[in-house]
């Protein structure tokens, strides 16, 4: 592996655009580890995504034991267990378009097997950008006393997006999940977060022990505009 950070350090020769229309998310993994130096990869290249004034407001916590994971399993479960009466989108929803669930269930079931949880939070050390923008409560927890855009997650998802980038390249599967925040301080404490900071969303590597085709996707005809909303896209030179 490279070492010079200014190079890619990586000997993955997957390019971006293979990554990119084939990754997949994946909530059944293998239970056997990642390599250590495949997850000094992946997480080196979540730090190289931009963020809100170069603030890099990021904090990984890079989860593998048993232990943990098992306790934070025993979380899940117990959200999951009334989740669904809570669900605004209708059933046919949720499921993908091989009728395969996407609500998360598959993944709590075996998270304790998931070989590597990043949880990804917001470090407001770093991340605050204007006076007023939060303020702290009693209990050490802050609270966003003025909303401005590109905050909090907004600055932390281009670094998720990479990392899932660089696992696909080196082989390694990942689902993103913003669910713990259903059990947000339980897991905060277990892994030890400081009450000051942001856990906004964890990602989880492994080796895919799912059967997954091409990602279905809306045609870009349907979601794209040119020159203003509502004129069909076309690209011509
Ligand atoms: C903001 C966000 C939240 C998500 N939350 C969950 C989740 O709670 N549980 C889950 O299993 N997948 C979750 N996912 C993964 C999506 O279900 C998945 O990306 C989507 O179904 C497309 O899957 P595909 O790339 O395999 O086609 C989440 C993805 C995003 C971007």
């Keep these: 592996m490279k070492t010079d950070l200014f190079a890619a350090p990586s000997d ?8 990119i229309y084939s990754l997949r998310a994946t909530r059944i993994y293998e239970d056997r580890p990642i390599p250590a130096d495949v997850i000094h ?4 290249a979540g730090t190289m995504a931009c963020s809100s004034g170069n603030t890099q407001p990021w904090e990984f916590v890079v989860v593998t034991e048993r232990d943990l994971k098992e306790r934070i399993k025993a979380h899940m479960v117990d959200a999951f267990s009334t989740i669904d009466a809570e669900r605004a989108q209708k059933p046919e929803q949720l499921v993908d378009g091989v009728g395969r669930p996407i609500t998360g269930h598959a993944a709590v079931e075996h998270l304790d097997t998931v070989p590597m949880m990043v949880v990804v939070c917001w470090n407001p050390e770093r991340g605050v950008r204007m006076k007023g923008e939060y ?86 005809a349907e979601v794209a505009h040119i020159n203003g909303w509502g004129n069909p896209y076309q690209i011509t030179n």
Excluded: W
């Design 41 to 44: 990869q992946i997480v080196q």
């Design 135 to 220: 303020e702290t409560n009693l209990d050490g927890t802050l609270r966003e006393t003025r909303v401005i855009p590109g905050g909090r997650g907004v600055s932390l998802f281009q670094a998720c997006q990479n990392m899932m980038l660089a696992g696909r390249a080196l082989g390694v599967s990942s689902l993103f999940t913003t669910f713990f925040f259903l059990r947000n301080d339980e897991i905060k404490a277990i892994l030890g977060i400081p009450p000051h900071i942001f856990m906004e969303c964890a990602v989880f590597f492994g080796y895919g022990e799912e059967k997954l085709g091409k990602p279905r996707r809306k045609p870009l």
């Design 12 to 19: 993955a020769s997957m390019t971006v655009f293979e990554a």
